[in-house]
């Protein structure tokens, strides 16, 4: 089955067909870096991390730019009110975005390209702009004329009459028409700034993302994709620079998720619950609020509450104790027992379940029933009293590649247990045998302080992480 993707531009649903057979080029929008992320920042980060995984599971060798913001407005006033250069400020939120992230399960790009980085091409692409008309010079700053642009709200399915409603011209802001956006802004005094042909300044806010874009990948990519709030006016501007910058389509795919909202109400600073990241995986297991995120599809709004997270914790933890049970019985197979056909062909099943899912706009909701059906299936198969190592291999198996698509795998949680450990549950077992029940429970208590919780079962001991 061909992957489908729900196009912004077109509002439906089409074959996912790029460029260059085998290869995709996906430019995901990142953050502004003068403060720590928040859920709603990492939602796209996560969303477009399984995006790419899956992408790669499916054969795809993916080429995946996420750009740093680190020069604008709310970064200059950071750093004025914390009497730090921009730079300094910047790199420190920078690290602190890949440490949040990395906490996540989400892999680097391949490129992480800085605004800062790019200036002289930025001033090269808005010479090509004002060369071409689509642009003009206005007492230092550049704007873009949106007028000029035939195609302007073809991404927000707006006609520029639409857009005019409540547009305004700023007072003090010389533009031909209110829509014209700034491609390049003069420096106030004590900013930083770049020399330009108009002066001292820096790049307008929308700029960039054209820019980076086409130097890492082309006149050209395959996928672009941010938050829903980035359609306009962000991603509609780049769309109108780059077009009348190449004379090419921009993006073929264009890829939007939707909101996180705070106990049913959108979360805003304002209303005193905005949630970083940073606060919150001191809190909670930042897995489970990776699972929390992808058991929603990524173009639905997702609604952030303590009870969900705790729902998500337990499913999670059923996902993985699934896992274990595999593991450990594998160690303590005897390889009895027939119809290993039958089992792998059901495996198999709720595998091509998976991906018809995520072959379906990358649903992550329906890859992640699929799942705990797995886990499901699993479990029945473990009140077996014979197993063979072969259907147990290819449930691990099976198990292992679903769920590191989800940026979940269960190795990096529930590796093997250390010496001391095993040592521990060994001499229980035989304190067991020994009909010695104090220190069975000893030992039970003194695993459970470090976090391992055992249980006692028809099918024998199994573990699990507390």
């Known amino acids: 089955m061909t ?9 439906k649903k ?45 054969g795809y060798d993916v080429t995946y730019v996420s750009n740093f913001t680190d020069v604008d407005d709310k970064i200059i006033k950071a750093a004025n009110e914390l009497g730090e250069e921009v730079g300094e400020l910047t790199d420190r939120f920078i690290a602190a975005y890949f440490e949040d992230v990395s906490a996540l399960g989400c892999g680097k790009a391949d490129v992480h390209p800085r605004v800062t980085d790019h200036i002289e091409d930025i001033v090269k692409f ?39 409603v409540g547009a305004r011209i700023e007072e003090g802001i010389k533009k031909e028409k ?16 770049w020399e330009s042909p108009w002066g001292l300044g820096r790049p307008g806010w929308h700029i960039e993302c054209s820019v980076m874009a086409r130097e890492h990948l082309g006149d050209t990519i395959d996928i672009h994709a941010g938050g829903q709030d980035l359609t306009f006016p962000h991603h509609e501007n780049e769309i109108a620079q780059s077009e009348a910058m190449t004379g090419k389509q921009f993006a073929r795919y264009w890829m939007h998720n939707g909101y996180i909202n705070i106990d049913n109400e959108k979360m805003s600073k ?28 990524y173009r639905h ?9 705790v729902s998500a914790e337990n499913g999670l933890a059923r996902i993985r104790t699934a896992y274990n049970n595999l593991k450990h019985r594998l160690a303590t197979s005897a390889d009895l027992g027939d119809q290993k056909d039958i089992w792998i062909h059901k495996v198999d099943e709720i595998k091509n379940d998976f991906e018809v899912a995520m072959d379906d706009d990358f649903n992550t909701a329906n890859a992640i029933a699929s799942v705990f059906e797995l ?77 391992i919780i055992l249980e006692d079962t028809a099918q024998g001991m199994r573990w699990k992480r507390g």
Request: with cysteine.
């Open 14 to 58: 089409e074959p996912f067909i790029p460029l260059e057979e085998g290869k995709v080029k996906m430019y995901v929008c990142g953050p502004t870096v003068y403060n720590y992320i928040h859920i709603g920042n990492a939602r796209p980060v996560i969303a477009f991390d399984t995006v790419r995984r899956y992408l790669e599971y499916r």
């Open 126 to 164: 808005v010479k090509v702009l004002i060369d071409k008309g689509f642009a003009y010079e206005s007492q230092g700053d550049v704007y873009y004329r949106t007028q000029k642009f035939e195609g302007y709200g073809k991404l927000s399915h707006q006609s520029t009459d639409e857009l005019k």
């Open 375 to 451: 886990a499901k299936l699993a479990n029945v198969y473990l009140v077996e009293k014979n197993t063979q190592s072969d259907v147990l291999e290819h449930f691990i198996r099976t198990f292992d590649g679903l769920l590191t698509v989800l940026g979940l795998p269960m190795d990096e949680e529930t590796g093997l247990l250390d010496e001391d450990v095993e040592a521990l549950i060994e001499e229980r077992l035989e304190a067991r045998r020994n009909k010695d029940f104090k220190r069975s429970d000893e030992i039970r208590d003194e695993l459970k302080a470090q976090g």
């Open 270 to 297: 304002s209303l005193g619950n905005f949630v970083l990241v940073n606060d919150i995986r001191k809190q909670i297991d930042p897995k489970v609020l990776r699972f929390f995120i992808l058991s929603v599809h």
């Open 301 to 309: 709004p997702v609604n952030f509450s303590q009870d969900l997270v």
């Open 178 to 193: 209110p829509l014209d956006f700034a491609l390049w802004k003069a420096a106030k005094a004590g900013e930083i700034s």
């Open 3 to 11: 992957i489908q993707i729900y196009n912004t531009l077109t509002r």
